[in-house]
């Protein structure tokens, strides 16, 4: 038999991860992921200020736009002195942000155009949320709600809701948000509505014991309140919260986005903290 040669058996290499020639794109793979999950999970920078926030860091003054004449919120007492609840607030952002004040006094209905006009940086001046302005200024969160507050005498201890007053008289000022929010919810809680020629007669209706609850905004009630303070009023109480909402706001140019930021972070601060609150039961 003839001599067979057998070629030796090659010992396996263990396999690659990657076949040679791939190893560079499998790099650049790694490499793109990489960037991908940093580019996702890194904080986004942060937006340049605004000019008016940078005007505001550097002159040190707030300019706010205000008619004078809207008292809880801002009054002035004939001497140029500033007081309520929006004076309050206007301090809280100044002291948080190191600047002084400037008032502009401007008409109710021409602060809008003013602030457009840049005669000054945001208007706080008892300002209801109004979404027909949203395509003009940008709205802060709301720092006070306005809306209809039901109202019973305070000797009345029972009342927890509208759902306790059915077959009930309701005092309302006719054509107010207190007679809307009544007549929405007359059927479903069988309420008698009897209407007034305002609210301040709504109020006296309850007085007298002509109606079981009054429905009226709750600026009108403290103004009842501080107006018939010596004339023998009961006391009164409000039971729970606004029955629909009607908030007051900042409202600043679509150009200060960092400034309405900033406000923004002072509301949230006072409200957390119970200032917010606070501040209203001092003023109002």
């Given at each position: 038999?003839?001599?067979?040669?057998?070629?030796?058996?090659?010992t396996?290499?263990?396999?690659?991860?990657?076949?040679?020639?791939?190893?560079?794109?499998?790099?650049?793979?790694?490499?793109?992921?990489?960037?991908?999950?940093?580019?996702?999970?890194?904080?986004?920078?942060?937006?340049?200020?605004?000019?008016t926030?940078?005007?505001?860091?550097?002159?040190?003054?707030?300019?706010?736009?205000?008619?004078?004449?809207?008292?809880?919120?801002?009054?002035?007492?004939?001497?140029?002195?500033?007081?309520?609840?929006?004076?309050?607030?206007?301090?809280?952002?100044?002291?948080?942000?190191?600047?002084?004040?400037?008032?502009?006094?401007?008409?109710?209905?021409?602060?809008?155009?003013?602030?457009?006009?840049?005669?000054?940086?945001?208007?706080?001046?008892?300002?209801?949320?109004?979404?027909?302005?949203?395509?003009?200024?940008?709205?802060?969160?709301?720092?006070?709600?306005?809306g209809?507050?039901?109202?019973?005498?305070?000797?009345?201890?029972?009342?927890?809701?509208?759902?306790?007053?059915?077959?009930?008289?309701?005092?309302?000022?006719?054509g107010?948000?207190?007679?809307?929010?009544?007549?929405?919810?007359?059927?479903?809680?069988?309420?008698?509505?009897?209407?007034?020629?305002?609210?301040?007669?709504?109020?006296?209706?309850?007085?007298?014991?002509?109606?079981?609850?009054?429905?009226v905004?709750?600026?009108?009630?403290?103004?009842?309140?501080?107006?018939?303070?010596?004339?023998?009023?009961?006391?009164?109480?409000?039971?729970?919260?606004?029955?629909?909402?009607?908030?007051?706001?900042?409202?600043?140019?679509?150009?200060?986005?960092?400034?309405?930021?900033?406000?923004?972070?002072?509301?949230?601060?006072?409200?957390?903290?119970?200032?917010?609150?606070?501040?209203?039961?001092?003023?109002?």
């Amino acid at each position: 038999m003839k001599n067979q040669i057998v070629a030796p058996r090659s010992t396996p290499h263990p396999p690659h991860l990657f076949p040679i020639g791939s190893l560079p794109l499998a790099l650049l793979a790694l490499a793109l992921l990489l960037f991908t999950l940093y580019a996702f999970l890194s904080p986004p920078p942060l937006a340049k200020p605004d000019a008016t926030w940078t005007r505001l860091q550097t002159e040190r003054v707030l300019r706010i736009g205000i008619d004078p004449s809207s008292p809880p919120f801002i009054v002035d007492d004939g001497t140029g002195k500033l007081s309520g609840f929006d004076v309050a607030l206007a301090n809280e952002l100044a002291n948080t942000w190191g600047v002084k004040i400037q008032y502009v006094y401007t008409g109710y209905d021409g602060l809008y155009d003013a602030l457009n006009a840049k005669q000054f940086d945001m208007i706080l001046s008892a300002l209801p949320y109004n979404p027909n302005k949203t395509q003009d200024v940008f709205f802060s969160r709301a720092y006070f709600n306005g809306g209809p507050v039901l109202i019973v005498r305070g000797d009345e201890a029972t009342t927890m809701g509208l759902e306790n007053l059915q077959g009930k008289t309701i005092a309302v000022e006719l054509g107010s948000n207190g007679d809307a929010v009544a007549r929405k919810w007359q059927k479903r809680y069988d309420l008698n509505l009897r209407q007034y020629n305002s609210s301040h007669e709504a109020l006296r209706g309850l007085q007298k014991g002509e109606a079981n609850a009054a429905i009226v905004d709750p600026i009108t009630f403290i103004d009842f309140q501080r107006a018939e303070a010596d004339t023998g009023v009961l006391n009164w109480r409000i039971v729970g919260k606004p029955l629909a909402d009607e908030n007051y706001i900042i409202a600043v140019r679509r150009d200060s986005p960092t400034l309405l930021r900033e406000i923004n972070v002072v509301i949230d601060a006072l409200r957390r903290e119970g200032k917010l609150e606070e501040m209203q039961k001092e003023n109002f």
